[in-house]
């Protein structure tokens, strides 16, 4: 069999940077990936909705000219995904040589027809089409039998089994090749696009590499593996591979080289790789968004996040539907209580003291004097949110998500004379031992910021006439990573989703100064307009 390796790092990866590499950036890493002998390098999407020159998001193939090397032994193309990033076919200047020479065209199970029809007018126009239907494991094989034969028909370059949700064991990688290698005509290349949700893009690249065939077969990958979610296929694992195993053929080093000049600073700022959330979605054949949703929640332990994704109709699995696993988070979180007697408790202890609320940034260590100077100058009574520590006279702990009950729970004993307030959600089967207190009642109805911790106890606070509120330790988002005075509460967050939430709840306590007195103690990204 002839191997092929296919690069794909400034379109897959660009799922995790928005696209964001200059133009010298680009130009490097192709001229690197051309020097390291891979066969077809992917430069980017062909989109109309292309704005920024500085991304690898083109809005023409002559866009694409400008930053190819001069000379070029590898095949160069583009992708063009329907129904996402599309580019329709008729705006495509005739391919004249001079820029990519094949496209790379996606689409799902209801847009074969359009798809079909889009492949041959970018055909007539001179450019490889390479087919890639999104979801092969959800092809049944009658159905992909059908296609075949549709592709049969168009005689594309390529045709693609695509691992969209990273969940296709090996078996079930190769029942699928056999099923289209003896029954596609044998100049139609075949093509493999695995994701890692599983850590089996690699292995599945080698079962492939291994049949039997007079096909000539395409591996995509990215280096480092960079793509959304789990990430790819890695580029210089394959290259390793198939030199010492097939063929030498390619420079490794050079593939290092763009690791080391270009992905390892994103790296830092970015994650993406195998998690057990992407695990989960990838086991339950879910599309990994919806793992990364609850994820960025940073409320939620594996086995919430897996009875969450069992939730998922099969109709809704493949497409992500943000608005649905709102809901079913919503659904899962909600836990309707009456709460009025701790309501009621809470407010009696609360009578005629100041509150101090500490959150867990690293302004507690840095201003811990000034912080304890105010505890013994005001005496008041203090309250943390979602941890513990004994270093501070803490009068209730306040807990509202799983994954802290479960990082702090050995640490409460409901005999302790620091009283614990759980969130109805939280609190099943802890009721009589803590106080308990309505989750629906405190959150808030902005979907980003509905169950930050912070605020559902200024909501609490406020329900229970508290007026004058201090609060230390609410530090806000910083930097990707050592945002807390304890690495043990530091979890891995999408950097943009955090920074528009964050924005989020500085407008919430804004709105919630105009109806209590709050006083920030220290230095806090959400004191601006309070």
């Known amino acids: 069999m002839s191997i092929k390796i296919l690069d794909c790092t400034l379109r897959d990866g660009g799922y995790i940077n928005d696209w964001k590499f200059d133009r010298k950036t680009i ?70 040589g001079k820029s990519i020479e094949g496209i790379r065209l996606t689409f799902h199970k209801e847009e074969i027809e359009q798809a079909i029809s889009w492949a041959g007018i970018i055909m007539e126009k001179g450019y490889k089409v390479f087919m890639q239907p999104v979801g092969t494991v959800f092809y049944s094989d009658m159905e992909l039998l059908s296609l075949v034969e549709k592709m049969n028909g168009l005689k594309p370059y390529a045709f693609y089994i695509v691992d969209t949700l990273g969940s296709m064991y090996r078996n079930e990688v190769s029942h699928r090749y056999y099923i289209i290698d003896e029954n596609m005509s044998p100049e139609i290349h075949l093509g493999f696009h695995g994701h890692n949700n599983l850590q089996l893009a690699f292995s599945n690249a080698q079962v492939l590499g291994k049949i039997q065939s007079k096909r000539t077969l395409i591996l995509d990958s990215s280096v480092y593996g960079m793509g959304r979610g789990a990430g790819n296929l890695p580029t210089e694992l394959i290259t390793q591979y198939i030199n010492k195993n097939i063929q030498s053929q390619y420079d490794v080093a050079m593939i290092m080289d763009i690791y080391d000049e270009y992905i390892s600073p994103i790296r830092k700022e970015y ?30 332990t594996m086995k919430d996040i897996e009875k969450i994704i069992k939730s998922i109709p099969e109709k809704d699995k493949m497409i992500f539907d943000r608005n649905l696993i709102r809901g079913l988070y919503s659904q899962y979180q909600s836990k309707k209580i009456d709460d009025s007697a701790a309501v009621g408790e ?108 912070g605020l559902m106890l200024l909501n609490l606070l406020r329900q229970c006439g508290a007026d004058d509120v201090t609060l230390a330790g609410f530090d806000g988002y910083r930097s990707h990573s050592g945002n807390y005075y304890s690495r043990d509460l530091d979890f891995e967050v999408n950097k943009a989703e955090m920074l528009e939430k964050q924005e989020r709840i500085r407008r919430q306590i804004k709105e919630l100064a105009k109806t209590m007195q709050l006083t920030f103690l220290t230095a806090s990204v959400y004191e601006q307009g309070v």
């Open 27 to 96: 130009q490097s890493i192709l001229d690197k990936l051309e020097h390291a002998n891979i066969d077809i390098i992917e430069c980017g999407f062909l989109t109309g909705m292309a704005q920024d020159r500085e991304c690898s998001l083109f809005s023409s193939t002559h866009e694409i000219e400008e930053v190819l090397p001069e000379r070029h032994r590898a095949m160069y193309v583009a992708m063009i995904a329907i129904g996402e990033k599309e580019l329709h076919p008729s705006r495509l200047f005739p391919c004249d």
């Open 346 to 453: 809470i407010a009696n202890r609360l009578r005629g003291r100041k509150v101090l609320l500490l959150a867990p940034g690293k302004s507690l260590l840095s201003d811990y004097k000034k912080i304890m100077d105010f505890i013994d100058r005001e005496d008041p009574y203090v309250i943390s949110v979602n941890f513990t520590d004994a270093r501070y006279r803490i009068d209730a702990y306040f807990i509202s998500n799983h994954k802290r009950m479960d990082t702090i729970g050995q640490d409460i004993r409901p005999e302790d004379q620091t009283r614990t307030i759980l969130t109805s959600n939280v609190a099943e089967g802890k009721e009589g031992e803590f106080l308990s207190v309505d989750y629906d009642r405190y959150t808030n109805s902005d979907d980003m910021v509905s169950d930050n911790a």
């Open 271 to 300: 994650e993406w790789g195998y998690t057990v959330p992407y695990h989960i979605a990838a086991s339950n054949v879910c599309h990994p968004n919806y793992a990364a949703y609850l994820i960025n929640k940073q409320t939620l």
